[in-house]
């Protein structure tokens, strides 16, 4: 996988590429509450879709591997958003990486995150993209979309606890 300039300023220079497609594992059991643990800082998913803690241990080793980087792209303002997990031996972390496009409608919004009103439709879209939108402050009708979009993916209990941490751990450096 290539996202354009994305590994070009890296130091030293990477001698492959190590993006990977992980769009694929959305339909994982434990993608969701190991995702939204890892990206989305939220201790409550675990319990929100009832994962076995030693099971999701072994399965958050896929987001940490050196040599393949998790890439997940979200559709956003007629571009599109990637998601990279960075495993730099040194340097981890999410990198939030906008095209052209989603450039674009990121600078014509306010604050610091992207506008709340190019939050994806899709539960799966909405939930990878969460952490790069709006102001602290998201509204209750923001919080209703966010429970909605967990229900949506399999989320069975502590719901609204869960969209609640998800909103308050909303912290991305866009790129």
Do not use: K
Request: charged share 20%; proline share 9%; glycine share 8%.
């Amino acid at each position: 996988m290539r996202i354009p300039v994305y590994l070009d300023g890296f130091q030293p220079p990477l001698g492959s590429s190590p993006l990977v497609d992980a769009s694929g594992w959305m339909t994982d059991e434990l993608f969701w509450p190991a995702f939204l643990l890892q990206v989305g800082m939220a201790r409550s998913a675990p319990h929100a879709f009832d994962a076995d803690l030693a099971d999701l241990d072994v399965y958050l080793d896929r987001f940490e591997q050196p040599d393949q980087w998790p890439v997940f792209t979200v559709p956003l303002a007629n571009g599109a958003m990637y998601l990279v997990v960075c495993n730099l031996p040194d340097d981890t972390g999410i990198d939030w990486v906008l095209d052209t496009d989603a450039q674009e409608a990121h600078q014509r919004g306010a604050g610091s995150g992207l506008p709340w009103g190019l939050l994806p439709r899709r539960p799966e879209h909405l939930l990878m993209a969460l952490p790069a939108f709006g102001d602290h402050d998201p509204g209750e009708s923001v919080r209703t979309t966010v429970a909605e979009a967990l229900r949506a993916v399999g989320a069975a209990s502590g719901i609204d606890e869960l969209a609640e941490d998800l909103l308050r751990h909303r912290a991305c450096i866009i790129l």
